[in-house]
């Protein structure tokens, strides 16, 4: 059983920087691709990053490119979100996700619990 569990959010000031971490247990996560969402009071949950399994594509929402960097680290079995000049619009609750592909149909998908992010002065 594949868990994931988030962590690193917090309270910070707009213009403010935080690094989200995501730790996987219970399997090989250079098997699956990972990704970032997020969801904010009232509103759908939105894509906000995704790396490959390797590490070498990464993709991001347009309202996050330039100021959020998505990476892995295989060895250590986590994937990170690196967020800088935060703004307010980006306080959400941050959900880590872990994709694997299958030979046929649309893979299996793995959620962690969660972690706030607030960015208030």
């Known amino acids: 059983q594949v868990q994931l569990v988030e962590s690193g959010g917090g309270l910070v000031q707009p213009g403010g920087s935080l690094r989200l971490s995501c730790a996987a247990s219970g399997t090989t996560f250079g098997f699956y691709d990972a990704a970032w969402y997020r969801q904010a009071p009232g509103k759908e949950r939105e894509f906000v990053a995704t790396?490959?399994?390797?590490?070498?594509?990464?993709t991001y929402a347009d309202s996050v490119k330039g100021r959020f960097t998505i990476s892995r680290d295989n060895a250590k079995n986590t994937v990170y979100l690196q967020m800088i000049t935060l703004k307010p619009e980006d306080t959400a609750v941050y959900y880590c996700?872990?994709?694997?592909?299958?030979?046929?149909?649309?893979?299996?998908?793995?959620w962690g619990q969660g972690t706030q992010v607030t960015v208030s002065s």
């Open positions: 790396i490959t399994r390797g590490g070498i594509t990464t």
């Open positions: 996700n872990a994709h694997l592909p299958l030979p046929s149909g649309p893979g299996r998908d793995y």
